[in-house]
T-cell receptor, first 108, second 115 residues
């Protein structure tokens, strides 16, 4: 079985502070991991995927297979980063499992 | 392209009634996913199709739920009979290419309220 855990339902930081959204996964195979974001009144959309090893909007995420983690980080949070963030795991068969989500609030 | 289209956007119905949610994926996409979002359980995958064929329906909560994809441009999710605990936002998403690698594009969701 595959599982994704996001331990924090709510996370609040001040503008300019570093932010880390935690994600741990459980999967017996080689996982494909993603972060999706849902801004207020917008559709859920892809933020970044581990296979691309890219930085989007200043966010990065590193896959740590030893710790089975895929934490999302940004060194300096901005108010426009306030949103709901979902960590997702896709199996080799294409089955997707999303975490419960973390609501990030960046205060001015 | 308007992206993934879902209808209706809002549905209010009474317990026991049949509810049908509709989804039009992005043209050319060959995979389609139905999700349910609630405060308690987050975003849950209900069922997904590849080339119009259901691949995994293990997330469908019970026999009251059924989904079909008669062609590449249309899918339905039906609840019969509906119950108050079915109240949630239902999302449809589509993707192209190899399943595990490609971005899913989500629709706006249908907010279902069962009284």
């Amino acid at each position: 079985a595959q599982r994704v855990t996001q331990p924090e339902k709510l996370l609040s930081v001040f503008k300019g502070a570093p932010v880390e959204l935690k994600c741990n996964y459980s999967y017996s195979g080689s996982p494909e991991l993603f972060w999706y974001v849902q801004y207020s009144r917008q559709r859920l959309q892809l933020l970044l995927r581990h296979i691309s090893r890219e930085s989007i909007k200043g966010f990065t995420a590193d896959l740590n297979k030893g710790e089975t983690s895929f934490h999302l980080k940004k060194p300096f949070a901005q108010e426009e980063d306030s949103a709901m963030y979902y960590c997702a795991l896709f199996s080799n068969a294409g089955k997707s499992t999303f975490g419960d989500g973390t609501t990030l609030t960046v205060k001015p | 392209d308007a992206g993934v289209i879902q209808s209706p956007r809002h549905e209010v119905t009474e317990m026991g009634q049949e509810v049908t949610l509709r989804c039009k994926p992005i043209s050319g996409h060959n995979s389609l996913f139905w999700y349910r979002q609630t405060m308690m359980r987050g975003l849950e995958l209900l069922i997904y199709f590849n080339n119009n064929v259901p691949i995994d329906d293990s997330g469908m909560p019970e026999d009251r739920f059924s989904a079909k994809m008669p062609n590449a441009s249309f899918s339905t999710l039906k609840i019969q009979p509906s119950e108050p605990r079915d109240s949630a936002v239902y999302f449809c998403a589509s993707s192209s290419g190899q399943l595990s690698y490609n971005e899913q594009f989500f629709g706006p969701g249908t907010r279902l309220t069962v009284l």
